[in-house]
Each structure stands twice: as structure tokens, then as C-alpha cells.
């Protein structure tokens, strides 16, 4: 059972343009989140999805950002007009439903730099 | 507002010492407390989940304990060894129903390094 998948790994990014996170969990599970860690910052929870639902989004900021969990294929973290500040890595985590294990498994987490 | 605080920031030991790194908690109603290994430049290892009903949890050279009432939580490290260098986090999840249930908050971190 592969684990949680994130691609790519590293993302360059020029001040305007927008950056694409990707995040395929294990298999099985139906419970996404996903996680920021400013460089010298602890990690900060930003959304919470299920398939096709938002469940918490208390931690994404206002405006640029945006996330999706579709039926088929991966979790997107979206970020558009990308400004310095961005720069961070990204992490996702993945979880079974409520009520089996609770245990969130990371992955290996999306560094983006914004030039 | 979950406040995740983890004492010392950073540790330095020789190879061999017993450690005990602190979590504390601001607000007592969490699902569970989680502690993980961050290694630099990688992810997050969970090392051991303990639910807002048990008072501990052993694997291997590690025990984690919980009090949940009084906000803390102590990860202990028995005869530490120089793979054991990294980062420890400290992280609880809001209790079910609670707006803040699913998400983890974490403390700042306990970065270890434990020398040969």
C-alpha cells in the first residue's frame, strides 16, 4: 500500500503565476488535509475535504487560495497570482473515515518557492 | 483557540541519555494527541496516537503519556541514539463534533540532536 503521494516535490514559481499542488491519498482513505510550514513556522492547518466536500476551510486564507478533492483522481491546492510569502512547503494528509484509525499519514510534502 | 506548546525548543544529549520532551495544551476537550518525527527537508513519521481516553501508549524505546486535564503531554526516549536526531512534534486533534475536530494543531517543536 503505497502512502500518500504529493507531486511535484519541488515548485519554482515567478510572482504572478499560480501554483498547482497535487495530493493522492492511500488508498482507502476518503479524508484529505492539508498542512503549511512557513520556513522557521510551525505547521498550520489550512482545509480539511471528504470526496466533492469542503469540510473545514478555517485555515485557508481569503483570497488566492483554493482546494479540491474530486471524485476521481487527486486533492489540488491551488494558488493563484503567487506572491513571496507563499513560500513554504505544503504537506497533505490522509485519514479513513471518522471512527476507524485516526491516525493522519503524511506525505513527503510540495517545498514552493516563489522568485 | 487550540495553543500547541512544546518545551525544551531545542536538545542536544550524548549518545545513550534517557529524554523527555514536553507537549502542552490549552484546551483539554481533544479527540487525540499524536507526537511525530520530522526529519529535515521530509515529511511527517507518526510515532505514536493516543486517544482522549488512555493515559499512554509504548512502541519500542518510545512512551508517550497523556493528562488531559491538565493540558500535557510527555514524550520519553530511552537510550537515545544518534538516529534519533530530528524534529519531535506535538500534535492534538479537536474533540468530535467541535468545529475544530479533523484538523491537527501542532506545537512549534522540539528539534533533538543526540550526539555519537
Known amino acids: 500500500n503505497a502512502g500518500v503521494m504529493q507531486n511535484p516535490r519541488h515548485l519554482v514559481r515567478r510572482r504572478g503565476q499560480e501554483a498547482r499542488l497535487r495530493c493522492s491519498p492511500m488508498k482507502g482513505h476518503s479524508h484529505v488535509y492539508w498542512y503549511r510550514q512557513l520556513p522557521e513556522e510551525g505547521l498550520k492547518f489550512m482545509v480539511y475535504?471528504?470526496?466533492?466536500?469542503?469540510?473545514?476551510e478555517s485555515g485557508m486564507p481569503k483570497e488566492r487560495f483554493s482546494a479540491e478533492f474530486p471524485k476521481e483522481g487527486p486533492s489540488i491546492l491551488r494558488i493563484q497570482q503567487v506572491v513571496r510569502g507563499d513560500s513554504a512547503a505544503y504537506f497533505c494528509?490522509?485519514?479513513?473515515?471518522?471512527?476507524?484509525?485516526?491516525?493522519?499519514?503524511f506525505g513527503p510534502g510540495t517545498r514552493l518557492l516563489v522568485l | 483557540k487550540q495553543e500547541v506548546t512544546q518545551i525544551p525548543a531545542a536538545l542536544s544529549v550524548p549518545e545513550g541519555e534517557n529524554l523527555v520532551l514536553n507537549c502542552s495544551f490549552t484546551?483539554?476537550?481533544?479527540?487525540?494527541l499524536q507526537w511525530f518525527r520530522q526529519d529535515p527537508g521530509k515529511g511527517l513519521t507518526s510515532l505514536l496516537l493516543?486517544?482522549?481516553?488512555?493515559r499512554e501508549q509504548t512502541s519500542g524505546r518510545l512512551n508517550a503519556s497523556l493528562d488531559k486535564s491538565s493540558g500535557r503531554s510527555t514524550l520519553y526516549i530511552a537510550a537515545s541514539q544518534p538516529g534519533d536526531s530530528a524534529t519531535y512534534l506535538c500534535a492534538v486533534r479537536g474533540s468530535a463534533g467541535g468545529t475544530s475536530y479533523g484538523k491537527l494543531t501542532f506545537g512549534q517543536g522540539t528539534i533533538l540532536t543526540v550526539h555519537p
Open positions: 494528509a490522509s485519514s479513513p473515515p471518522p471512527g476507524a484509525e485516526e491516525t493522519q499519514y
Open positions: 484546551d483539554s476537550a481533544i479527540y487525540n
Open positions: 493516543i486517544q482522549s481516553s488512555q
Open positions: 475535504l471528504q470526496k466533492e466536500n469542503i469540510i473545514d
